[in-house]
């Protein structure tokens, strides 16, 4: 986190430079040695997202699964599902967790794009879970955002696999997509927009918006 913060400001390089070069040497941490934590696994993903650029998350999956993160993610979601309310403990751990392995997937799901190769995290159906990040009777603004992001990249995802399927299947259909194929997604992303606008509208996140448009909010 420091080493995000101070990045932009010139009088923080020093500090930045420093704080760099610890992250980096605990997140090669992570590769042997102690079991990692939760904190471990989130100073990996802010560590890959905004400082190291797009890569590929090999290591972060590495770390989820030694940390069981989709089963946890799994069981929680299932219970909230299940039971509605959770008592305030088991409603701080799913959050946690959501918001932990929502980034993750969000990496997961880009680097897949930008690389045109498979998605190494097995997800499940946590594109269907992302909607209980809104639980809250207030949701963030940061939580809807995150909902948002899922679900268009989701959606992005699986048109690029549709159209271009060449870096997505060992035995790839060459023949081109068809026309209604590619109508049918633009119809979903339209679909998509009109319903994160909404929520985005809501007078309780027209506060937080600052200079930004309903739109581009989507995007920050």
């Not at 995000?4 to 020093?14: D, H, I, K, M, N």
């Not at 934590?37 to 905004?50: A, K, P, R, S």
């Not at 194929?181 to 119809?187: A, G, K, M, V």
């Amino acid at each position: 986190m420091i080493t995000v913060g101070a990045r932009e400001a010139s009088e923080l390089q020093s500090i930045h430079h420093y704080a760099k070069e610890k992250s980096l040497v605990l997140s090669r941490e992570t590769l042997f040695g102690r079991k990692p934590t939760m904190d471990d696994l989130q100073g990996l993903l802010v560590l890959f997202m905004w400082v190291m650029g797009v890569r590929l998350p090999g290591q972060a999956i590495a770390v989820a699964h030694e940390l069981d993160l989709t089963a946890t993610c799994g069981r929680l979601c299932g219970l909230a599902l299940e039971q509605g309310e959770l008592s305030p403990a088991m409603e701080k751990q799913l959050m946690d967790t959501m918001r932990t392995y929502a980034y993750l997937f969000q990496l997961d799901i880009l680097s897949s794009m930008v690389a045109a190769k498979p998605k190494m995290l097995v997800s499940g159906d946590f594109a269907e879970y992302s909607g209980l990040l809104l639980r809250q009777a207030v949701p963030r603004l940061s939580d809807v955002r995150l909902a948002a992001q899922i679900e268009l990249n989701k959606l992005i995802s699986l048109a690029q696999e549709a159209i271009d399927p060449a870096g997505f299947s060992a035995t790839p259909n060459r023949q081109p997509p068809r026309l209604d194929t590619i109508s049918s997604y633009n119809d979903a992303l339209d679909h998509w927009f009109d319903k994160w606008q909404k929520h985005i509208s809501a007078p309780n996140f027209v506060g937080q918006l600052g200079r930004f448009d309903a739109g581009s909010c989507l995007h920050g």
